[in-house]
């Protein structure tokens, strides 16, 4: 079983906006309601992730990788400061699966 994703976001400055959909993938549950639709939406200077759907429990974690040409000062996940690495033009920053807003602070 996967515990995480990862998302890579390659442009940040031009924005936009993606769904993540899971299920079982073998049975037809998912016709009962049974999959998580994950929200992503991003813009130069944040992210916001939404639950969008709760009913099947997929991975656990994102781990985040966003394309900067430049490292940030900091990173805030719910108005805290979150740790952070940067690596050869990647910004990389694990969340749990659930509702975040996220700032990138140059």
């Known amino acids: 079983k996967i515990d995480r ?3 890579m976001i390659f442009s940040k400055e031009k924005g936009g906006r993606f ?3 899971e299920d079982d993938g073998l049975s037809y ?9 994950t929200e992503i939406i991003f813009d130069p200077r944040s992210i ?3 639950m969008l759907h709760e009913q099947y429990e997929g991975v656990k974690s994102l781990n985040l990788r966003i ?3 430049k490292k940030p000062q900091r990173i805030m996940i719910d108005g805290e400061v979150s ?3 940067y690596e050869n033009v990647w910004i990389s920053v694990e969340i749990t ?7 990138i602070i140059s």
Do not use: L, P, Q, R
């Open 5 to 7: 994703y990862d998302v």
């Open 48 to 50: 916001s992730i939404n």
């Open 67 to 69: 394309f900067s040409d």
């Open 19 to 21: 769904v993540i959909y």
């Open 97 to 103: 699966k659930s509702s975040h807003k996220i700032d």
């Open 83 to 85: 740790d952070f690495k």
């Open 29 to 37: 549950n998912f016709e009962d309601g049974i999959y998580t639709e």
